[in-house]
């Protein structure tokens, strides 16, 4: 069946620096690529998303990547702040409304 | 304004039992979806519903599981004989349109559901 596989599972960055998160998926039906960060105690919330038909999109100190040939998708955080840290998903749709999810990334950020 | 707010927000149940979560999606929003989510993991999509009906409930595990949203705004879902692994997190979202429409979902804190 249809997955998203999400790298790394935790990562710690010193705070300034970049982290970044990678997914693959496997429908190559798939057109649209959200990323979602969730705090402890709350439901996910949209930080950026991309569609199949742009290469890169860029808001502020986020930005993601697609690769649609190669099945991936990554998401890029400049100049990492303590409030960065949660834990990252990304999604991949597989019909006109539903996602299939990545296992999540614990972002960390070192003071 | 409000978000989308579930009660409650930590439920704990005995085996066998029946349970209720309940969603209050952002009002005027028409799309509702319901997500699973164990921990370490990402949410898992149970059910959609465009309205009051549903469009699409293929993600419901089994029969014992079921949702309604009879007035198109708040939804309840439901869970009968309840088993030690039903326990998760219930997530629900809400759209103003269809994700194909350019919706962006919504979630909830979610109910932790713990079942012993």
């Known amino acids: 069946g249809e997955n998203v596989e999400q790298h790394p599972s935790t990562l710690s960055v010193q705070e300034g620096d970049s982290a970044v998160i990678k997914c693959t998926y496997s429908?190559?039906?798939?057109?649209?690529f959200p990323w979602y960060k969730q705090e402890l105690g709350k439901g996910p919330q949209l930080i950026i998303d991309i569609r199949s038909n742009v290469g890169e999109k860029k808001d502020q100190r986020i930005a993601v990547t697609l690769n649609k040939t190669a099945k991936h998708f990554s998401l890029h955080i400049t100049e990492t702040q303590p409030e960065d840290s949660a834990v990252y998903f990304c999604a991949a749709s597989i019909s006109n409304y539903q996602l299939i999810w990545g296992a999540g990334t614990k972002l960390i950020i070192k003071p | 304004g409000a978000g989308v707010s579930q009660t409650p927000s930590n439920k704990v149940t005995e085996k066998g039992k029946y349970v209720e979560l309940r969603c209050d999606p952002i009002s005027g929003h028409t799309a509702l979806y319901w997500y699973r989510q164990s921990l370490g993991q990402g949410p898992e999509f149970l059910i959609y519903?465009?309205?009051?009906?549903?469009?699409?409930d293929s993600g419901l595990p089994n029969d014992r599981f079921f949702a309604v949203r009879p007035e198109g705004s708040v939804s309840t879902l439901k869970i009968q004989r309840t088993e030690r692994g039903d326990s998760a997190v219930y997530l629900c979202?809400?759209?103003?349109?269809?994700?194909?429409?350019?919706?962006?979902?919504?979630f909830g804190p979610g109910t932790r559901l713990t079942v012993l």
């Open positions: 519903f465009q309205g009051t009906g549903a469009a699409d």
């Open positions: 979202a809400s759209s103003l349109l269809p994700r194909t429409s350019g919706g962006e979902q919504f």
């Open positions: 429908d190559s039906a798939s057109n649209y």
